[in-house]
């Protein structure tokens, strides 16, 4: 045995060395890859590769960044073929170094500050509220308070750690967390599910509104208690409101610096705030460690059904605040990474547990106390703590307050980004200021989330009011989260669970949400309000988008080329531009979009050197700028399709023009000389003129009623929430917004009767010319009114020809 034992160690000795030589060659042979696709990438000053794509010069910038990414992903593949050879624990640990999992302790600090602000906010006032819920410190046992810290304890490891930590975050939409991104991985199952995402998003956004109002004014109107500023608050009562909006304001103001230069600041605090909370509830947690037979879930279910539970199920209400902000860990996990949000979640819930506990082990040490038992609005987190600590406590909680409502705001440019490409919410101009796809900015959300903050201030001026109306919207978002991760862990095949799973947390979050309806007299109509105005935007747009594709008809080259030859070569029509330019988001691009042929046809005939068809995509790099053309067979046709980085400004019009010069250069494009000097364009490109066509309903139209008012109410929304004009840059080229009516069916009007007793004789029909207006094709069958075109066109040039 020993002499096997001695050649299998050797044996074990050898095969080492030929181990790691493996794992070197394998990492140098992808150095090498990496750095000639790098050298191959610098080398090439333009880009020429297939035809019709055409790229351009690599900025200095970009060039460097390049660079960096090349070594970084370098610099991960050395790190996971080194991990290899140390078992499951070491490729654990190479993944939260390298890829979608990636931990930096500089976005760990960002994590700190974006993700954990709301649920950090918790301990402020959920004691507080189950104090005033059970009649006062006074009618508070050792029964109570260890049923409230179980049910706590409980409903944050359920609710926050296994539904989203551990269950929801594994479940991304290329790195993007939240209700919409969910969704849009589930639609193929059902065209129901968009009901429950719509109404969980529409909840959220709501609640978005709140959160800053009640996180921030709560935390201010802790001045009021410390004893040199008691006075001056109780002169000046409105003094708590002014200064709850100057926060707001200046918060608003600094988002569109981004999340990352943001977090870096508010992170550091976060890791102040949960330590000084960690700390706090341990110093108290000296006087009774016993407090932690609370762990026990039957203390929990014991006090919820007791009679002396006086507040009865609405107990379930109050233990909830200790879950918000749950959601915005699954929300924001675009902005931070998966990998950090798993790092730093078990610090945040140590520190909100022992803070917890600290304030039971307080209550049960002062049940007897006179001086507490008589004291109106009672909070044990600010009482627990001496005279001295409590100053820093009110500094620190103003902090957190700020801290918290940026954690929704971020949340909701997320949720906003996703229902756009739902095409549940118009498209709104979007701002990157980091290199970071999930990090955005949109001003107009930004600037409604504003405004209506200060509303909801003005409505119910202090905390005490606002509170009567958080979280109920809240309950909707996480019921309808749970249907939705339900259906998808159905999908994939894992059926067992996606049973227990969607049984357990929705009776849990039902119970929460009956508990909070009863916040509904008290204010939370106001939130309920929100979400139905929100929902009834995306319900109307998504329902108006959706007739407008129904309507949407696409023709084939041999039905449009030969219209567009005959006008391009009509010398008697004046030019209406050289070049005429249809911005379009229709992706196909092998045919054209009737849209245009009714748009180049209708009334007037525009006559040009070239049309263009050009669309946008937006991709996932930062920095790509492409395009490809389609021109089918012709020199005064072309399909354009661009694909920008999201860090790449949309400015179309510089686009096109290079576009048109490489075109001209290589003879696609004929060269568009002028009889007139040009001073400020090149002189082979002619004149570009840009028109976007919007649809309108006719009131002759076969439309429901319902389609009627979402077609209605989305062009009313599109009006309120801006133009491409401005996303594209077009407001120096004086673009042309056309109008054309919505391809559908329509009613025959009834026949008007003729009173003035003469006879109608009907008028002979009149041969129609090519440039008679009356030629248009028919916008109600489409391709047979080309094929009449084309053939009245044909018939005319012939008569021309025979004078």
């Known amino acids: 045995m020993a002499e096997s034992d001695k050649q299998a160690e050797r044996a074990q000795k050898a095969a080492k060395p030929q181990k790691a030589q493996k794992t070197n060659a394998k990492a140098?042979?992808?150095?090498?890859?990496?750095?000639?696709?790098?050298?191959?990438?610098?080398?090439?000053?333009?880009?020429?590769?297939?035809?019709?794509?055409?790229?351009?010069?690599?900025?200095?910038?970009?060039?460097?960044?390049?660079?960096?990414?090349?070594?970084?992903?370098?610099?991960?593949?050395?790190?996971?073929?080194?991990?290899?050879?140390?078992?499951?624990?070491?490729?654990?640990?190479?993944?939260?170094?390298?890829?979608?999992?990636?931990?930096?302790?500089?976005?760990?600090?960002?994590?700190?500050?974006?993700?954990?602000?709301?649920?950090?906010?918790?301990?402020?006032?959920?004691?507080?509220?189950?104090?005033?819920?059970?009649?006062?410190?006074?009618?508070?046992?050792?029964?109570?308070?260890?049923?409230?810290?179980?049910?706590?304890?409980?409903?944050?490891?359920?609710?926050?750690?296994?539904?989203?930590?551990?269950?929801?975050?594994?479940?991304?939409?290329?790195?993007?967390?939240?209700?919409?991104?969910?969704?849009?991985?589930?639609?193929?199952?059902?065209?129901?599910?968009?009901?429950?995402?719509?109404?969980?998003?529409?909840?959220?956004?709501?609640?978005?509104?709140?959160t800053p109002a009640v996180s921030i004014s709560s935390a201010v109107e802790g001045l009021q208690t410390l004893p040199p500023l008691e006075q001056l608050f109780d002169e000046n009562p409105s003094l708590t409101l002014m200064i709850t909006v100057v926060i707001i304001v200046i918060l608003f103001s600094v988002q569109s610096r981004g999340t990352e230069s943001i977090g870096k600041v508010f992170g550091s605090m976060v890791l102040v705030w949960f330590s000084f909370l960690a700390v706090v509830g341990v110093v108290n947690l000296n006087n009774d460690w016993s407090v932690f037979a609370a762990l026990n879930p039957m203390y929990g279910v014991k006090f919820l059904f007791s009679p002396h539970n006086a507040a009865g199920i609405a107990l379930m209400g109050t233990v909830f605040l200790s879950t918000t902000g749950a959601e915005a860990l699954y929300s924001d996990m675009g902005h931070v990474g998966r990998g950090n949000i798993y790092f730093t979640w078990p610090f945040i819930k140590i520190a909100l547990v022992l803070n917890y506990f600290g304030q039971g082990a307080w209550m049960l040490n002062n049940a007897r106390n006179p001086q507490f038992n008589t004291m109106k609005s009672l909070n044990p987190f600010f009482q627990m703590m001496t005279p001295n600590v409590r100053y820093l406590a009110v500094i620190l909680s103003v902090t957190a307050g700020v801290i918290a409502s940026q954690a929704l705001i971020t949340g909701a440019f997320t949720m906003v980004s996703e229902a756009t490409r739902l095409n549940w919410m118009p498209h709104l101009q979007v701002r990157y200021p980091a290199r970071t796809r999930g990090q955005l900015y949109i001003p107009v959300v930004n600037g409604v989330l504003c405004v209506s903050t200060l509303a909801v201030l003005a409505i119910f001026k202090d905390s005490e009011h606002i509170s009567a109306a958080y979280g109920l919207a809240l309950t909707i978002t996480m019921i309808t989260t749970t249907v939705l991760l339900g259906v998808y862990l159905w999908y994939d095949r894992k059926r067992v669970g996606a049973i227990v799973f969607t049984v357990l947390?929705?009776?849990?979050?039902?119970?929460?949400?009956?508990?909070?309806?009863?916040?509904?007299?008290?204010?939370?109509?106001?939130?309920?309000?929100?979400?139905?105005?929100?929902?009834?935007?995306?319900?109307?747009?998504?329902?108006?988008?959706?007739?407008?594709?129904?309507?949407?008809?696409?023709?084939?080259?041999?039905?449009?080329?030969?219209?567009?030859?005959?006008?391009?070569?009509?010398?008697?029509?004046?030019?209406?531009?050289?070049?005429?330019?249809?911005?379009?988001?229709?992706?196909?691009?092998?045919?054209?979009?009737?849209?245009?042929?009714?748009?180049?046809?209708?009334?007037?005939?525009?006559?040009?050197?070239?049309?263009?068809?050009?669309?946008?995509?937006?991709?996932?790099?930062?920095?790509?700028?492409?395009?490809?053309?389609?021109?089918?067979?012709?020199?005064?046709?072309?399909?354009?399709?661009?694909?920008?980085?999201?860090?790449?400004?949309?400015?179309?019009?510089?686009?096109?023009?290079?576009?048109?010069?490489?075109?001209?250069?290589?003879?696609?494009?004929?060269?568009?000389?002028?009889?007139?000097?040009?001073?400020?364009?090149?002189?082979?490109?002619?004149?570009?003129?840009y028109v976007l066509v919007h649809k309108a309903l006719m009131p002759e139209s076969k439309v429901s009623a319902r389609g009627a008012l979402s077609l209605q109410a989305k062009y009313a929304i599109r009006h309120v929430a801006g133009s491409p004009v401005k996303w594209f840059g077009l407001a120096p080229y004086n673009p042309l917004i056309e109008v054309q009516p919505l391809f559908v069916s329509t009613r025959r009007p009834p026949r008007l009767k003729r009173t003035d007793g003469t006879k109608t004789v009907p008028a002979p029909t009149p041969t129609r010319s090519v440039a008679d207006p009356a030629a248009v094709p028919d916008p109600m069958d489409t391709t047979a009114g080309l094929s009449r075109l084309v053939q009245e066109l044909d018939a005319a040039m012939s008569a021309e020809e025979k004078k």
């Not at 409903?155 to 209700?179: F, P």
């Not at 959706?546 to 030019?575: S, T, W």
């Open 505 to 689: 947390f929705l009776a849990i979050q039902i119970m929460f949400f009956i508990a909070s309806m009863a916040k509904f007299l008290h204010g939370g109509w106001f939130t309920c309000l929100l979400t139905i105005a929100i929902l009834f935007v995306m319900y109307t747009w998504n329902e108006g988008t959706k007739l407008e594709r129904a309507q949407r008809r696409h023709m084939r080259p041999k039905d449009f080329l030969p219209a567009l030859d005959k006008l391009h070569g009509d010398f008697r029509i004046p030019y209406f531009a050289d070049n005429i330019v249809y911005l379009t988001s229709d992706s196909e691009t092998k045919r054209l979009d009737t849209d245009i042929f009714f748009s180049i046809f209708a009334d007037h005939p525009k006559r040009a050197r070239a049309w263009w068809a050009v669309s946008v995509e937006t991709t996932d790099e930062p920095f790509t700028r492409e395009y490809s053309v389609e021109n089918f067979g012709t020199n005064y046709i072309f399909r354009v399709r661009f694909r920008l980085g999201f860090k790449v400004s949309q400015s179309i019009p510089a686009y096109i023009h290079q576009i048109m010069h490489d075109l001209s250069k290589t003879g696609e494009l004929p060269k568009q000389k002028s009889i007139y000097p040009k001073v400020d364009a090149d002189p082979d490109i002619g004149t570009v003129r």
């Open 28 to 210: 140098g042979a992808n150095k090498a890859k990496a750095k000639q696709e790098e050298e191959a990438l610098l080398r090439a000053d333009t880009f020429t590769n297939a035809p019709k794509v055409s790229r351009r010069t690599l900025t200095k910038e970009e060039r460097e960044a390049i660079a960096k990414q090349r070594e970084a992903e370098t610099r991960e593949a050395e790190k996971i073929a080194s991990a290899s050879s140390k078992g499951r624990l070491g490729r654990w640990w190479a993944r939260l170094q390298s890829g979608p999992d990636k931990v930096t302790w500089g976005m760990a600090i960002v994590a700190l500050g974006v993700v954990y602000g709301d649920i950090g906010t918790s301990p402020l006032y959920t004691a507080q509220t189950f104090l005033a819920g059970q009649g006062g410190l006074g009618n508070v046992d050792r029964e109570a308070v260890l049923g409230m810290l179980s049910l706590v304890f409980w409903s944050i490891t359920l609710i926050t750690t296994v539904k989203y930590v551990l269950i929801a975050m594994r479940i991304d939409n290329n790195g993007e967390g939240g209700i919409f991104a969910l969704y849009s991985l589930i639609r193929k199952y059902g065209a129901w599910l968009a009901i429950p995402a719509m109404l969980g998003g529409a909840a959220f956004l709501a609640d978005s509104v709140l």
